[in-house]
């Protein structure tokens, strides 16, 4: 008795376009870490990282066979120059793979409670759990060699309490004193200067590396955005006796040569302005001061308007790929009519 084909659904084929737009970015990228990467303790990591993205691109191509789906574009090797010369320092590279690593933890527990398919479930757990041992790796990596940026320390709670009074939400009222951060508020607040750390970095390298004046003035724009991001949450944090993060050595090198293209690197950039989105957002919802969800709210405008930059300069140049999606149906009865 032959068995049932089962289609796929829409959320299932907008991840899987997703996941390879994202993997063919990623093993460009990797590969030409690896090339350059010096220091052994990082090597294993870096290469794990890279096996990952190849093994899920070998097994999206044999899903899209099987599907009869056309496979995107995405990314290639004329979008790295293996031949440029060294660009990242080894504690960058480290840090960029455990950062991506939780963007991909994020990705796909995302994408695997959309997908109803057995093999596309197995699929994105087994890319969780990929991504999950790869932050592991990379956090073990950073701690044994100092450079992991630890969460600030406060005082454990020795009894459970309750919030009182309204006052508790406030933080709006210029002539009232803000309530102190608590702990929720206060790890979101340190995992955006950390991110936006990464951005910063990413965005100089992207700037100084690339030939085209209009992607070096959205890369120093996005700079310019978080820098001061981060000195509105570090001032946050200053308010309340909070350390600002200690950020290990990511530097960039003074290299002008061309790495990776204006495709690859602009798309990044909306990936990681997605993934800031989805950061504010959440840490909005978690921030129970006001004043914090506002902060975070205006924020997140500021970073939409410059993704529908990055995107205006994409489909100029015709680096936008589009994703998958439905047929424009009353078009396709007016073309009928004609």
């Not at 506002?294 to 589009?322: C, F, P, V």
């Amino acid at each position: 008795m032959n068995e049932k084909k089962i289609n796929l659904t829409s959320a299932e084929i907008g991840c899987l376009w997703t996941s390879y737009m994202n993997d063919s970015m990623s093993k460009c990228i990797l590969s030409y870490m690896l090339k350059h990467l010096k220091d052994p303790d990082i090597q294993p990591a870096m290469q794990f990282a890279y096996d990952i993205s190849s093994n899920h691109l070998d097994q999206l191509l044999t899903i899209f066979e099987r599907e009869q789906y056309a496979v995107p574009h995405g990314f290639t090797g004329q979008d790295v120059n293996m031949e440029a010369p060294w660009l990242f320092s080894d504690v960058f590279c480290l840090t960029y793979v455990n950062h991506m690593a939780k963007v991909g933890m994020l990705a796909y527990s995302g994408f695997l409670s959309m997908s109803a398919r057995e093999d596309i479930r197995n699929f994105y757990t087994k890319g969780l759990i990929d991504t999950s041992t790869l932050y592991n790796q990379t956090t073990e990596i950073a701690v044994s060699k100092g450079v992991h940026s630890r969460h600030p320390y406060i005082e454990v709670p020795k009894e459970a309490d309750y919030i009182d009074s309204k006052k508790y939400l406030g933080g709006l009222n210029p002539f009232k004193n803000k309530r102190p951060l608590n702990a929720v508020e206060i790890s979101h607040l340190y995992m955006n200067v950390l991110t936006n750390s990464m951005g910063i970095k990413l965005c100089i390298s992207f700037a100084q590396t690339s030939p085209s004046k209009e992607v070096q003035d959205f890369m120093l724009r996005g700079k310019d955005i978080s820098n001061k991001h981060i000195q509105i949450f570090a001032n946050i944090l200053l308010e309340n006796d909070i350390a600002t993060p200690r950020l290990p050595d990511v530097s960039v090198s003074n290299s002008t040569t061309k790495t990776f293209s204006d495709k690859l690197m602009m798309f990044h950039m909306s990936l990681l302005s997605a993934a800031g989105t989805g950061n504010y957002a959440t840490a909005a919802a978690a921030s129970q001061r006001n004043d914090l969800a506002i902060d975070y709210e205006r924020l997140s405008l500021e970073i939409a308007r410059y993704a529908k930059t990055g995107a205006d300069i994409m489909i100029k140049h015709n680096w936008l790929e589009q994703p998958p999606g439905t047929k424009d149906r009353e078009k396709l009865a007016r073309k009928k009519e004609q």
